[in-house]
């Protein structure tokens, strides 16, 4: 499938502390058996979800709170709205390079399998640069981020070792959770890192990205969301500069325990341009609301800042825990491109999930030509 078909679209005692507070949240019990059809359902919850919740932000993304609840009444936004000229339903470039992260994860698997050559990042910078060749059609231009522009116009592969910029906005971290649909835990973190870095350089715009997609590599496996919030903090304190992610996801955590009203909660947390606040507006609305996706992701939304970004991550993670029955049918039938989602978690679901069910390794790493 190519892209022109969809259409473009360090663990202290503090820490385990709050973590075990949230665990404490969850109902006692041992991780359900995962079987094929349960599985199928979280892979097309991850891509729907994402795809909703960023159709559901996209209208209020440079909104304050105040101006949301002016325009969308006191509750704040509730459902797709047009915006920008596109009609109600459309997603923005989060959704299209979570499509494009995705596209090229099954294009490096099948490499893989064929020519016994692993090297995924390379397949999904050229799915990156094929949604840029999309950018200079009106139609498919959905407020991208600057940053991701100029990063993949100067004609460098960014990664982890050799940064093409410093920037920590949150344009890493939303496209990274299919990432975690392929990848088993561990590598699903490296692999969502550096995704990210081919745009985002500084610490914090990559290492959120690895942490959500470990998230969600753990929660496809049948992990409790506190379970898989708590697994991948191991990944992440073993980077150097991960202690400003680190700090904004414990502050998550503390706020996820608390009474406080979530609006406040969010607000203390950021806005959601930088990719540790982005991720941890994501993990507290999910914590808050883990068996209601659409209450879960409305509040993700529902904030001043980059609402779409909130959106996407949130209704990422939980789709993937919930499934794809958790959103709202009449949403899912209305976001845009809803065929072309289906049939690409589909192919997923096929590609990747016998290797989840039997937790079997991806093909073989190769040199790279």
Not at 15 to 28: D, G, P, Q, R, V
Not at 345 to 357: H, I, K, Y
Request: hydrophobic share 40%.
């Amino acid at each position: 499938m190519s892209l022109q078909e969809l259409a473009f679209g360090v663990m202290n005692e503090s820490y385990s502390c709050l973590i075990t507070t949230i665990l404490a949240m969850e109902a006692e019990g041992e991780d359900y058996m995962m079987d094929g059809r349960l599985l199928k359902e979280r892979y097309r919850g991850c891509l729907f979800g994402l795809a909703v919740g960023d159709a559901l932000g996209a209208p209020v993304e440079f909104l304050s709170l105040q101006e949301i609840k002016r325009t969308y009444g006191s509750a704040g936004i509730e459902k797709f709205e047009p915006w920008s000229g596109f009609p109600a339903g459309s997603y923005t470039d989060d959704t299209q390079l979570s499509l494009a992260t995705a596209i090229g994860c099954i294009r490096a698997w099948t490499r893989g399998m064929k020519r016994g050559i692993w090297h995924p990042a390379s397949l999904v910078y050229t799915a990156y640069m094929e949604w840029l060749d999309t950018q200079s059609v009106p139609q498919q231009y959905r407020a991208p981020g600057s940053t991701c522009l100029d990063a993949l116009r100067s004609g460098k592969i960014g990664t982890i070792a050799e940064r093409v910029n410093y920037s920590k906005g949150c344009g890493g971290v939303m496209r990274t959770a299919p990432a975690g649909l392929v990848f088993s835990p561990g590598e699903a973190f490296k692999q969502g890192a550096g995704f990210a870095a081919i745009t985002h350089g500084h610490t914090s715009g990559f290492l959120p990205a690895g942490f959500l997609s470990e998230m969600i590599s753990h929660l496809i496996r049948g992990k409790k969301l506190a379970q898989a919030v708590e697994l991948s903090f191991l990944p992440l304190q073993e980077y150097e500069g991960s202690h400003e992610t680190i700090s904004c996801l414990n502050t998550a955590l503390r706020l996820a325990g608390s009474n406080r009203p979530v609006e406040q909660c969010i607000e203390e947390i950021g806005e959601g341009w930088a990719g540790e606040e982005a991720l941890a507006i994501a993990v507290y609305c999910a914590l808050k609301f883990d068996s209601d996706w659409l209450r879960g992701t409305l509040a993700a939304v529902n904030h001043s800042g980059d609402s779409d970004s909130t959106g996407t991550i949130t209704g990422a993670i939980l789709g993937t825990l919930l499934g794809f029955q958790a959103i709202p049918g009449q949403m899912v039938a209305q976001v845009e491109n809803a065929s072309c989602i289906d049939n690409l978690a589909l192919q997923m679901w096929e590609m990747f999930g016998p290797g989840v069910l039997s937790e079997q390794e991806g093909p073989p790493a190769g040199e790279e030509p």
